[in-house]
C-alpha cells in the first residue's frame, strides 16, 4: 500500500524521510547513470517502504567535479539527469504516491563555472565582484591565513586574472560565496523560490553553517587537550580535524539569514527544512542554535551518529545532549548518508551478524525521538562496496587514498534484480560497478523472502507509524548498571518501554521500578525477548518493547 504522508504544515516532525541518491538510483537511458526518469520508475518502492518523504541530493546543471554539489545553475536540471519536465513529473508521481519531496540546496559554494563566479573573478570592480570571498596575499606570496579545505590541503586557491586568492572549503573548483554581500543572500533566496514555486515540499541545506566567514580571516588556532574534539567531519587521516575551526564557519552572522530563509519558506504553506551540520565536537550545540526558537530552520542532522560507535552509551549520549540543549527544536537521525561508509559495514563485529545488526539498527532508529533517514540501500543492509583506486570517483578518495577510500564505497548503484546485467541498474556501464555480494541482496530477492532485511524495514516503519508518540511523543531514558539502551516513549496516555541490547551476548535486566508491563508488544524481527517475575531477558543483539504503566 502506498505511504500516506501524515498532514498539515508540521508533517516533518517525526518523518521518515528516503534519501535518494540520483546517479546511482535507477538508470533509464542505458547510459551508466541514473536519472530523474528512474526515480519516477522506483517512486512506487519507495512508497512500498511507508516513508513520508525523499530526499534528492543534487541534480542540478554542474560540471560534476563533485557529483553534483559544485552547482553551475540552482535553476534547471543537468542533462545527464533530465529535464525539469522531468522533475514535474517525479513530483507529480510522488505526490500522488503520498510521498513529500525534499531536494538538496548546496549554497555554501558554487562550482568555478557558474556565471556567477565568472563575473566575480573577471575584474575587482565588476558588479559581482564582492559575491566570493576575495582576499590579497600576504606579502610573501603566501594564502591570507591558515585555513585548510576539507577536501585536502590550504582553502585558498590564486587567480591570476584578480591576483587574489579565493576562499574554498572543499575542492578549488568550488570557491565559496560571501554572504556577507546582501545582494548574494537575495540570489540564492530566489533560487529556493524558484523550486517553492515548482511545488517541492523541503530542503535540504548541505553545509548549512559553512555560510559565513570571519570578515577579519583571522587564523584558526589548533585543536586544543581541552577544546571539544575534531567530531566525524572529516577522517582522521586529514589535518582539517586538527584545527579548532573558530572562523572559517559558524559564525554568528549565520543566525540571521537562517531567519530570512525560515521567513521565505513560512510564506508557502507545509514547507520544512533540514540542515547538514558539520562543526566537530560543537555539533549538537551548534544545532540547538539552529533549530531554537521556531523562526530558523525546521530540523538539523549532525554527524553524531554516522560514525562506528553502535553502543547503548554512545546512542544515549548523543540524544541526550540533544534533549538537554535543545528544548523547542527538532532532529533528524541517521546512521548513514552518502557521505559516510554504510552503518553495517561501521557496526558490524563479523559478517555473519550483519543482517541481525542491519535490523536492530533501523529498530532503534525508528524508536527514538526525532525524525528519521534512510539512505538508499540500507533496507537491503547492503555493505559498504570495496573498490580499487582505478574503480574511484570520488576526489575526496583520490586524494587521502589508500588511508581514506572515500565516499564512492556508499554511491555504488542500487541493486534491483539479481541476474541482471549491472543488478538491474542499467543496460549501459555503470558510472561505478555493481558488487556480487550487492547483487546476491537486489530487492527481487528479498521481496521473495518474508523474513529478509527489507521486509523488516517495512514492517519496522508501520510499527512506528501505528504508535503516535514513536513521531513525536515524550522520551525519557531509564538509568541501569547495565551496557543496554532503556527508555520510554509517551503521548496521549499510552507509554511505550524499549529495551535495545546492543551487546554480543545475553544480559538480563528488571523491569524499572516503578514500572509494569502491561502487555508485551513484540517489535518486528525481535521475539527471543522475554518477561519473566519482573526481569527481561534479551539475547544477543536483541530488543524489547512493551506497554506500561505505573
Known amino acids: 500500500m502506498a505511504a500516506e504522508a501524515r498532514s498539515g504544515k508540521d508533517w516533518w516532525r517525526g518523518a521518515v524521510i528516503y534519501q535518494v541518491y540520483p546517479r546511482s538510483f535507477q538508470d533509464m537511458t542505458g547510459d551508466g547513470l541514473g536519472d530523474i526518469k528512474g526515480i519516477t520508475e522506483r517512486l512506487p518502492y519507495i512508497a512500498s517502504l511507508g516513508v513520508d518523504a525523499i530526499w534528492l541530493s543534487p541534480f542540478f546543471t554542474s560540471p560534476m567535479a563533485d557529483m553534483g554539489y559544485d552547482v553551475s545553475n540552482y535553476c534547471d536540471v543537468d542533462p545527464m539527469f533530465g529535464t525539469l519536465a522531468d522533475f514535474d513529473a517525479m513530483m507529480e508521481r510522488a505526490h500522488a504516491l503520498g510521498i513529500k519531496v525534499i531536494i538538496d540546496q548546496v549554497i555554501s559554494h558554487t562550482s568555478d563555472k557558474h556565471p ?307 543488478g538491474g541498474f542499467s543496460t549501459g556501464q555503470p558510472w561505478l560497478p555493481v558488487p556480487d555480494v550487492h547483487k546476491a541482496l537486489a530487492v527481487d530477492v528479498q521481496e521473495a523472502d518474508d523474513a529478509s532485511v527489507l521486509a523488516h524495514y517495512r514492517a519496522t516503519l508501520a510499527f512506528r507509524k501505528a504508535h503516535d508518540s514513536l513521531y513525536d511523543g515524550g522520551l525519557t531514558f531509564l538509568d541501569t548498571n547495565q551496557d543496554i539502551l532503556i527508555f520510554t516513549r509517551e503521548k496521549a496516555g499510552e507509554r511505550l518501554l524499549f529495551l535495545f541490547n546492543l551487546r554480543r551476548g545475553p544480559q538480563s535486566v528488571p523491569v524499572p521500578k516503578g514500572l509494569t508491563v502491561s502487555d508485551v508488544l513484540p517489535l518486528p524481527g525481535f521475539d527471543t525477548a522475554t518477561l519473566e517475575k519482573g526481569e527481561i531477558r534479551l539475547e544477543a543483539l536483541d530488543a524489547f518493547c512493551g506497554r506500561v504503566s505505573t
Open 116 to 422: 556567477w563566479f565568472e563575473e566575480s573573478r573577471s575584474s575587482r570592480s565588476n558588479p559581482k565582484a564582492d559575491w566570493y570571498v576575495w582576499a590579497d596575499a600576504k606579502p610573501d606570496g603566501t594564502a591570507p591565513n591558515n585555513w585548510l579545505s576539507i577536501f585536502g590541503g590550504p582553502a585558498w586557491e590564486w587567480d591570476g586574472v584578480r591576483k587574489q586568492y579565493y576562499l574554498h572549503n572543499f575542492l578549488g573548483s568550488q570557491p565559496d560565496l560571501n554572504f556577507h554581500t546582501p545582494a548574494v543572500q537575495d540570489a540564492v533566496l530566489d533560487a529556493v523560490r524558484f523550486w517553492l514555486d515548482r511545488g517541492v515540499d523541503g530542503f535540504r541545506l548541505d553545509t548549512v553553517n559553512y555560510y559565513f566567514h570571519d570578515k577579519e580571516l583571522r587564523d584558526n588556532p589548533p585543536l586544543g587537550h581541552d577544546d571539544d574534539g575534531p567530531g566525524l567531519d572529516a577522517p582522521d587521516v586529514n589535518p582539517y580535524g586538527m584545527q579548532q575551526h573558530l572562523y572559517d564557519k559558524t559564525q554568528p552572522e549565520n543566525i540571521g539569514f537562517l531567519k530570512r530563509f525560515r521567513a521565505l519558506l513560512d510564506s508557502y504553506e507545509g514547507r520544512s527544512s533540514v540542515g547538514e551540520i558539520g562543526d566537530g565536537g560543537r555539533s549538537l550545540k551548534t544545532l540547538a542554535a539552529y533549530v531554537s526558537d521556531g523562526d530558523k530552520l525546521h530540523m538539523c542532522y549532525t554527524f553524531d551518529l554516522l560514525g562506528p560507535d553502535f553502543t547503548a552509551s554512545h546512542i544515549r549520549h548523543c540524544v541526550s545532549a540533544f534533549q538537554d540543549n535543545v528544548r523547542d527544536g527538532w532532529v533528524c537521525w541517521a546512521f548513514s548518508n552518502h557521505d559516510v561508509k554504510r552503518h553495517v559495514s561501521r557496526f558490524i563485529e563479523q559478517e555473519s551478524e550483519r543482517e541481525r545488526v542491519a535490523k536492530l539498527a533501523i529498530a532503534v532508529l525508528a524508536t527514538l525521538r526525532g525524525s528519521i533517514c534512510l539512505y538508499q540501500g540500507e533496507e537491503l543492509a547492503l555493505p559498504e562496496a570495496e573498490l580499487e583506486l582505478h574503480e574511484l570517483r570520488d576526489p575526496y578518495g583520490i586524494r587521502f587514498w589508500p588511508a581514506f577510500k572515500g565516499r564512492d564505497g556508499c554511491r555504488t548503484p542500487m541493486p534491483w534484480t539479481a541476474g541482471a546485467p549491472n
